[in-house]
């Protein structure tokens, strides 16, 4: 569904009084600090209780203790969920400011689709198990999926609707590529499974290591689009009239969100909902102004990620639920209540 944007999100974005910006400021603090609350929630909290000392210990010293080792082992899934998250949410609000839709997600325009097949494709037809190994695949079967969207919807000439439109359409037949393939290969059925409901809890060093360079890429471009894409929300003959390039910025803001969600997706698999509910949150307080809205998006979109991942942990001890299940319990309803909330506005 694409909505438009509201005539009030199209005026010239005037900058914020001074108090407005303090208190803007003082909300990221506000941000941050809870953040790192959540974060060391996500340590702690398990199959195994940590204290706080405990945490404090493992963090900072090593003598080599079990809490120690569950500390270490806990901190690699943390990191991720910080990375991811802030990723999802970079990029979601990035392709509501680039489609003119407070509603649109990463999936939007097929890139989680696209990382999913590539995966299938892998596992099926490559013989690749480890998550070393189909990392790369997810992350440039997005980039793929990313560079056609961007062909069909027109390459210079691109539009919302038509990004939209071609995002959908590919989305729809990949997911049926998907489906085929795992039901006719319960190999790869079986391997897939955990991979597709999205996970923090393969984690390692070794994941972070191969997706961060992509996802510092993606984040510095996002933060740098910010200023043309509030000119893009005024309108095409208005940002054209201030200076902006409407075909680069439209091919960067694609190139940042395939950047963002193809690496959060390769490293933990699909995980919905986040990339649409913290930014459209986050508008509702801030403004239309994406010189906002970004920030506040990479620091709260971690806190529902990993607040979900934890979650998840505390709901079916002792084993978990994935966090991409428990984004979607959450997100559902969330995105009713947001539609209805938006068509009740409109009429």
């Known amino acids: 569904m694409l909505v438009e944007s509201p005539p009030e999100q199209r005026a010239e974005t005037a900058p914020a009084p001074p108090t407005r910006r303090v208190?803007?400021?003082?909300?990221?603090?506000?941000?941050?600090?809870?953040?790192?609350?959540?974060?060391?929630?996500?340590?702690?909290?398990?199959?195994?209780?940590?204290?706080?000392?405990?945490?404090?210990?493992?963090?900072?010293?090593?003598?080599?203790?079990?809490?120690?080792?569950?500390?270490?082992?806990?901190?690699?899934?943390?990191?991720?969920?910080?990375l991811a998250g802030a990723a999802l949410g970079l990029a979601g609000a990035v392709l509501q400011a680039l489609t003119r839709n407070p509603l649109a997600d990463p999936g939007l325009l097929g890139i989680n689709a696209g990382a999913s097949a590539a995966v299938v494709t892998a596992i099926t037809y490559f013989g690749v198990t480890s998550l070393s190994g189909y990392v790369w695949f997810a992350f440039f079967g997005a980039a793929a999926v990313g560079a056609l969207v961007w062909f069909l919807g027109g390459s210079r000439g691109a539009?919302?609707?038509?990004?939209?439109?071609?995002?959908?359409?590919?989305?729809?037949?990949?997911?049926?590529?998907?489906?085929?393939?795992?039901?006719?290969?319960?190999?790869?059925?079986g391997k897939m499974r955990f991979w597709t409901v999205g996970s923090l809890a393969s984690a390692t060093d070794s994941t972070i290591t191969q997706v961060l360079p992509f996802l510092l890429t993606g984040t510095v471009l996002a933060l740098a689009l910010a200023r043309p894409l509030n000119a893009m929300a005024m309108g095409d003959d208005t940002a054209k009239a201030l200076g902006a390039d409407l075909n680069r910025t439209r091919a960067l803001s694609m190139l940042a969100a395939t950047v963002l969600c193809g690496a959060a997706t390769a490293a933990c698999g699909p995980i919905v909902f986040v990339g649409l509910m913290v930014p459209h949150v986050v508008r509702s307080f801030t403004g239309p102004d994406l010189r906002w809205i970004l920030p506040y998006a990479a620091i709260l979109s971690p806190v529902l990620l990993l607040g979900a991942d934890v979650l998840g942990r505390i709901v079916a001890r002792p084993s978990e639920l994935q966090v991409g299940i428990v984004t979607a319990i959450l997100g559902g309803p969330v995105f009713i209540f947001l539609v209805r909330r938006r068509r009740t506005a409109q009429l």
């Open 23 to 82: 208190v803007r400021a003082f909300g990221l603090l506000v941000a941050v600090a809870i953040l790192v609350l959540v974060a060391l929630a996500s340590i702690a909290i398990g199959a195994k209780e940590l204290s706080l000392g405990q945490v404090w210990h493992g963090l900072f010293e090593d003598s080599g203790t079990y809490g120690d080792v569950v500390v270490a082992e806990r901190l690699s899934r943390t990191v991720l969920g910080l």
């Open 159 to 189: 539009t919302p609707v038509r990004l939209a439109l071609a995002g959908t359409a590919i989305s729809a037949a990949l997911y049926g590529y998907l489906q085929a393939v795992m039901i006719m290969d319960e190999a790869a059925l």
